[in-house]
């Protein structure tokens, strides 16, 4: 039996706990430094392992908060990825924005969220970082960090075939073949995945499945050890996706949309988030491309002194058309966007020690990227009539009405390249053996340049009707060509006390200081909404204490308090237009705060059980928004969100994790798990219009497996409990209208694995 939401995360959990047995690799919440655990995170950092992510079949970005607490990914498209740590992110709607949450793969950082792994594969763990980076791989964050992690070639010839099946036509396949090509000094690794999924969405209009997966990767590594101390590791890596998406149900029509539909006779399709149907005219389409190549090389000068270097580029292209009105009506049935990054990044760093007592790390960063943009947006012989409906215009022919915007394009350019460097140094002074006091400082310097623009065309000729002039431009805007620099600096720092009375107690205090440049508005924005936005910066403090109660008990906690000046924000602008407002334009909150407790546990349990749990309680609200958007059924422009709850912030979130295996001979293992997730509701778009509320969910998955060493076969099943649920929820357009993304389908397969 099912507990309701209403009766609170704690009692989920403990009722999902007595109802079920769970299994195989227990997802490591390391509270006590330990081998295979960086010692230089943070106490509240997760160290997450590949093992743990795997309730069945395939791994996404959207696993990762099946095992840490505080994160929330939503993912509705790889372009459009969210990532948010203790209430504190952003989305990639606006191709101006950086993450206030960086990410790292394999030591170096993306540039955009967008460029996030379709599917993690091969990994050997993802370390979420929950405060301000300084000395890592990337830029300095404001908020937090993901640093992915990949297996590394060895020095055993083996290779992996897994293959899954399961419903909505699912299809997965993974390749690994690692292999000693030199003895001793060189060794190669290939990955390989191949995904496919039927769409999960009906289009009404078109009779067609659509939002379904098609996604591929490879990646090659040599590991070469050339002799002495030093070491040499090459990763190469290509994906590729091409998706008929984004198509989303409407979770709410603006009483302006119906009275619209109303007058033109009109039917819409009824607003249910969860419907999993659209009545599209248009198909939409997603085609992304990603090569990268990273060089890391690392050599012992002295015996006490490591040069390391960390080499990376990336090229990431993007092309997708879609039908932009989201209904059944030739209005803007035809747009898209494209968008073309490379960038280039080089870490340098020297570690070692100065006697038994000091270590240091001194380092210098570069990271140079570029992009070119443009977005298309194509009226159609509706429009006019849709956007007219109601206002009182003088009775016209049809036909000549239909031509006032049929064919009437916007396309927008737009260009942005950017540098960062930085140095930074780290101390480490273990002033007694149990007490140990960690110092960094980061100086940043960030520079861009961009341009955005407004070209118009396939205008129509129509007779001087003023009210014709009118709607053009209220719906067209003026052709419009701007250029902008940015200059940014900033001086950042950390200081960690570590102090461990006991191998069983370890109790931490870190406060740190954070930075995200500001940067250029990837849209052409006009009213209230500057072309540029400042810098934010956080300041943040952390108090951790791990436990191990006995050699298979273990405890942690974690109380927080983030403060950011110059919060980076989405939202719609008001007062840009009265019949489309313009959308996803990046603003600064002048303060926001987050602050909480964290608490996870990790038990091995008699019998062959293992069970971990974590839950987080974060605040996170807006302490000075004065001149935030309104919902737009108000009437009004701006309004004062000073002191309410901020959006993508669940005020609750919790996983639990238990799991049981059974020796049947020496050779075989027959094991079992669940896996339970829970976050509470949260407003979903910065303006909390009407029907941009996300309700809790919880989640729950489930596999039984036989694991032989040279084979494994898993039966599984996902979302098991909640198919009504919303993973996010996106503004239409600015007027009211919201889609929203429901969460995935209940899916149930088989996933064999062959080792040799």
Request: proline content about 6%; charged content about 20%; hydrophobic content about 35%.
């Given at each position: 039996?099912?507990v309701?939401?209403?009766h609170?995360?704690?009692?989920?959990?403990?009722?999902?706990?007595?109802?079920?047995a769970?299994a195989?690799?227990?997802?490591?919440?390391?509270?006590i430094?330990?081998e295979?655990?960086?010692?230089?995170?943070p106490?509240s950092?997760t160290?997450v392992?590949?093992?743990s992510l795997?309730?069945?079949g395939?791994?996404?970005?959207a696993d990762?908060?099946?095992?840490a607490?505080?994160l929330q990914?939503?993912?509705p498209?790889n372009?459009n990825?969210?990532?948010?740590?203790?209430?504190l992110g952003t989305?990639?709607?606006n191709?101006g924005?950086?993450?206030s949450?960086g990410v790292t793969v394999?030591d170096?950082a993306?540039?955009?969220?967008a460029?996030?792994?379709?599917?993690?594969?091969?990994?050997e763990a993802?370390?979420?970082?929950r405060?301000p980076?300084?000395?890592g791989?990337?830029p300095?964050?404001?908020?937090?960090?993901?640093?992915?992690?990949h297996?590394a070639?060895?020095w055993?010839?083996?290779?992996?075939l897994k293959?899954?099946?399961?419903?909505?036509?699912?299809?997965h396949?993974?390749?690994?073949?690692n292999?000693e090509?030199?003895?001793g000094?060189?060794?190669?690794?290939i990955?390989?995945?191949n995904?496919?999924r039927?769409?999960?969405?009906?289009?009404?209009t078109t009779?067609?499945k659509?939002n379904?997966a098609q996604h591929?990767?490879?990646r090659?590594?040599l590991?070469?050890?050339?002799?002495?101390d030093?070491?040499a590791?090459?990763i190469?890596?290509?994906?590729h996706l091409?998706?008929n998406?984004?198509?989303?149900?409407?979770?709410?029509?603006?009483q302006a949309?119906?009275?619209r539909?109303a007058?033109?006779?009109?039917?819409l399709?009824?607003?249910?988030?969860?419907?999993?149907?659209?009545a599209?005219d248009?198909d939409?389409?997603?085609?992304m491309d990603?090569?990268?190549?990273?060089?890391?090389?690392?050599?012992?000068?002295t015996p006490?002194?490591?040069?390391?270097s960390?080499s990376g580029?990336?090229?990431?292209?993007?092309?997708?058309?879609?039908?932009?009105?989201?209904?059944?009506l030739?209005?803007?049935?035809?747009?898209g966007s494209e968008?073309q990054?490379?960038?280039?990044?080089?870490a340098?760093?020297l570690?070692?020690?100065?006697?038994s007592a000091?270590d240091?790390q001194?380092?210098g960063?570069?990271?140079d990227?570029?992009h070119?943009?443009?977005?298309?947006?194509?009226?159609g012989?509706d429009?006019?009539?849709?956007?007219?409906?109601?206002?009182?215009?003088?009775?016209v022919d049809?036909?000549?009405l239909?031509?006032v915007m049929?064919?009437a394009?916007?396309v927008?350019?737009?260009?942005?390249?950017?540098?960062?460097?930085?140095?930074f140094?780290?101390l480490d002074?273990f002033?007694r053996?149990?007490?140990?006091?960690?110092?960094?400082v980061?100086?940043?310097h960030?520079?861009?340049?961009?341009t955005?623009?407004?070209r118009?065309?396939?205008?129509?000729a129509?007779?001087?009707?003023?009210?014709?002039?009118?709607?053009?431009?209220?719906?067209?805007?003026?052709?419009?060509?701007?250029r902008?620099q940015?200059?940014d600096?900033?001086?950042?720092?950390?200081?960690?006390?570590?102090y461990m009375?006991?191998?069983?107690?370890q109790y931490?205090v870190a406060?740190?200081s954070?930075?995200?440049p500001?940067?250029?508005?990837?849209?052409t924005?006009?009213?209230n909404v500057p072309?540029?936005?400042?810098?934010?910066?956080s300041r943040?403090?952390?108090?951790?204490v791990?436990?191990?109660?006995t050699?298979?008990a273990r405890?942690?906690?974690?109380?927080?308090?983030?403060e950011i000046?110059?919060?980076q924000?989405l939202?719609?602008n008001?007062?840009?237009?009265?019949?489309i407002?313009?959308?996803?334009?990046?603003?600064n909150?002048d303060?926001?705060?987050?602050?909480?407790?964290e608490?996870?546990?990790d038990?091995?349990?008699?019998?062959g059980?293992?069970?971990?749990t974590g839950?987080?309680?974060n605040?996170?609200?807006?302490l000075?928004?004065?001149?935030?958007?309104?919902?737009?059924?108000?009437?009004?422009?701006?309004?004062d969100?000073?002191?309410e709850?901020?959006a993508?912030?669940?005020?609750?979130?919790?996983?639990?994790?238990l799991r049981?295996?059974i020796p049947l001979?020496?050779?075989?293992?027959l094991y079992?798990?669940?896996?339970?997730?829970y976050r509470?509701?949260?407003p979903g778009?910065?303006?909390r219009?009407q029907?941009?509320?996300v309700d809790?969910r919880?989640?729950?998955?489930?596999?039984?497996?036989?694991?032989h060493?040279?084979?494994d076969i898993?039966?599984?099943?996902?979302?098991l409990?909640?198919?009504?649920y919303?993973?996010?929820?996106?503004?239409?357009?600015?007027?009211?209208?919201y889609?929203a993304?429901?969460g995935a389908?209940?899916t149930?397969?088989?996933?064999?694995?062959?080792r040799?």
């Amino acid at each position: 039996m099912l507990v309701k939401a209403s009766h609170g995360p704690v009692l989920v959990v403990m009722t999902v706990l007595l109802s079920a047995a769970q299994a195989a690799e227990l997802p490591p919440v390391q509270v006590i430094a330990s081998e295979g655990r960086d010692t230089s995170l943070p106490t509240s950092a997760t160290t997450v392992s590949a093992g743990s992510l795997e309730h069945g079949g395939l791994v996404s970005a959207a696993d990762l908060p099946s095992a840490a607490v505080s994160l929330q990914l939503t993912q509705p498209d790889n372009r459009n990825t969210g990532i948010f740590i203790r209430g504190l992110g952003t989305t990639g709607f606006n191709d101006g924005m950086q993450g206030s949450v960086g990410v790292t793969v394999d030591d170096v950082a993306l540039g955009r969220q967008a460029m996030f792994p379709a599917h993690l594969y091969d990994i050997e763990a993802v370390d979420v970082v929950r405060t301000p980076v300084l000395g890592g791989p990337g830029p300095v964050t404001s908020v937090g960090a993901l640093h992915i992690r990949h297996r590394a070639p060895d020095w055993h010839n083996h290779t992996a075939l897994k293959a899954s099946r399961g419903s909505d036509g699912l299809r997965h396949h993974e390749l690994v073949a690692n292999g000693e090509l030199v003895p001793g000094v060189l060794a190669g690794r290939i990955s390989a995945y191949n995904h496919r999924r039927d769409g999960v969405v009906d289009n009404l209009t078109t009779g067609r499945k659509v939002n379904n997966a098609q996604h591929d990767a490879v990646r090659a590594q040599l590991l070469w050890l050339p002799g002495g101390d030093s070491r040499a590791r090459l990763i190469l890596e290509r994906t590729h996706l091409d998706e008929n998406c984004c198509a989303y149900s409407v979770a709410h029509y603006s009483q302006a949309s119906q009275n619209r539909a109303a007058l033109l006779g009109h039917p819409l399709l009824a607003a249910d988030p969860f419907s999993r149907e659209v009545a599209q005219d248009s198909d939409n389409r997603r085609l992304m491309d990603q090569d990268s190549a990273t060089l890391h090389l690392d050599t012992w000068l002295t015996p006490g002194m490591r040069l390391v270097s960390v080499s990376g580029y990336r090229e990431w292209d993007m092309h997708a058309w879609q039908d932009l009105d989201g209904i059944d009506l030739a209005i803007a049935p035809r747009g898209g966007s494209e968008l073309q990054h490379r960038q280039w990044s080089q870490a340098l760093s020297l570690e070692g020690s100065l006697g038994s007592a000091v270590d240091y790390q001194l380092g210098g960063y570069y990271h140079d990227h570029a992009h070119r943009r443009s977005r298309s947006l194509t009226y159609g012989p509706d429009a006019a009539r849709w956007f007219t409906a109601g206002l009182g215009f003088p009775p016209v022919d049809e036909a000549l009405l239909a031509s006032v915007m049929d064919g009437a394009t916007v396309v927008s350019p737009g260009t942005e390249s950017a540098r960062h460097r930085a140095l930074f140094a780290q101390l480490d002074w273990f002033a007694r053996p149990d007490l140990g006091v960690s110092g960094t400082v980061r100086h940043s310097h960030d520079r861009k340049h961009g341009t955005t623009g407004r070209r118009i065309g396939g205008l129509q000729a129509i007779p001087p009707v003023p009210e014709f002039e009118l709607l053009r431009a209220m719906l067209l805007g003026q052709p419009a060509d701007s250029r902008h620099q940015l200059r940014d600096e900033s001086l950042d720092g950390a200081l960690r006390l570590r102090y461990m009375p006991s191998r069983a107690a370890q109790y931490e205090v870190a406060v740190s200081s954070g930075y995200k440049p500001g940067g250029i508005n990837g849209e052409t924005v006009s009213g209230n909404v500057p072309p540029t936005f400042d810098a934010e910066h956080s300041r943040s403090i952390d108090a951790s204490v791990a436990l191990a109660l006995t050699d298979a008990a273990r405890m942690q906690l974690t109380v927080y308090l983030t403060e950011i000046r110059d919060y980076q924000a989405l939202t719609y602008n008001p007062d840009s237009s009265p019949l489309i407002p313009q959308m996803n334009n990046i603003i600064n909150v002048d303060r926001v705060r987050s602050r909480g407790v964290e608490a996870s546990t990790d038990l091995t349990l008699p019998a062959g059980f293992r069970f971990a749990t974590g839950v987080g309680y974060n605040d996170a609200r807006y302490l000075d928004f004065r001149d935030a958007p309104c919902p737009p059924e108000s009437g009004q422009l701006f309004c004062d969100l000073s002191g309410e709850r901020m959006a993508n912030a669940p005020r609750w979130t919790g996983f639990a994790d238990l799991r049981h295996s059974i020796p049947l001979s020496d050779t075989r293992e027959l094991y079992s798990g669940i896996n339970y997730q829970y976050r509470s509701d949260y407003p979903g778009t910065t303006e909390r219009g009407q029907g941009s509320h996300v309700d809790s969910r919880e989640l729950v998955d489930a596999l039984i497996g036989l694991r032989h060493p040279h084979w494994d076969i898993e039966l599984w099943v996902r979302n098991l409990t909640d198919e009504r649920y919303m993973s996010a929820v996106f503004a239409l357009n600015g007027g009211g209208d919201y889609g929203a993304l429901a969460g995935a389908p209940r899916t149930a397969g088989v996933s064999l694995v062959l080792r040799f």
